[in-house]
């Protein structure tokens, strides 16, 4: 089931080009499923005594959007996102995600709190939307490598979309962050076999054909369930 590099590439080309899913689409599919597996690992009564407040990290390239989009659905489920989204994309589809973001009233930050503004400042969750499985853990340039640096200092939960931050797509990190909560997109890449926290599967949407090609050997969602906890 666990997949390598070459494999997410290959079948996201073909889910658009064979069978005609738009990029907008997928990225509305798993942003929505990020946010619902966030209130499953943290409901709003766990969240009770305290504002639900979420930061939301978010990189320049798909995982960005993905988490704009998760915090959105956020934001309609009655968390407190805040965006931190240091280097913005020229893409149009990402431009339309932050768009939505701004009309939603979230807040957008033009800094990174410090790990003891991150504590002190109640934040009670931070979602790793920076580096999706096509980042190259081996040369993380700034403003990602200091962010970086400091969510290994933060003791605030930390929820990774697809891929930890700074962790090699087919390699188990060593000195990566160390999130509570992953959320896998499609199927689970082969560097989540070391992953000890809460895992989530999002990927219900995947043509029968593509999975049997890839023998992906998905696991039965519950339901009409669009994520499963693995």
């Known amino acids: 089931m666990l997949m390598i ?5 290959a079948i996201e080309t073909e889910l658009l080009r ?25 409901p709003l009564s766990s969240l009770a005594k305290k504002q639900p407040t979420v930061l939301v990290i978010c990189g320049p390239d798909q995982n960005g959007s993905i988490g704009l989009v998760c915090a959105r659905h956020l934001r309609m489920f009655e968390y407190e996102p805040t965006i931190y989204h ?17 009309k939603m009233d979230i807040p957008f930050l033009s800094y990174l709190p410090t790990e003891v503004q991150l504590i002190n400042d109640a934040y ?36 990774s979309v697809d891929v930890p931050s700074g962790w090699d797509v087919e390699e188990p990190s060593q000195d990566g962050i160390n999130p509570e909560v992953l959320i896998s997109l499609t199927a689970p ?42």
């Open 86 to 102: 240091p280097k913005r994309s020229s893409h149009s589809l990402h431009q339309d995600f932050t768009v939505q973001c701004e």
């Open 18 to 42: 064979d069978y005609k899913f738009g990029q907008q689409q997928l990225i509305e599919i798993w942003g929505q499923a990020c946010a619902l597996a966030i209130t499953k690992a943290y």
């Open 189 to 230: 890449k082969k560097c989540a076999m070391s992953f000890s926290g809460k895992h989530f599967l999002a990927g219900r949407f995947l043509p029968y054909d593509i999975q049997k090609k890839y023998e992906l050997n998905l696991p039965d969602y519950p339901g009409t369930d669009c994520l499963i906890e693995l």
């Open 5 to 9: 590099k070459g494999e997410v590439a």
């Open 124 to 159: 009670n969750l931070v979602i790793d939307a920076m580096l999706g499985p096509e980042a190259d853990c081996a040369n993380i340039k700034e403003p990602y490598s200091g962010i970086l640096v400091t969510l290994k200092q933060v003791k605030i939960p930390i929820a």
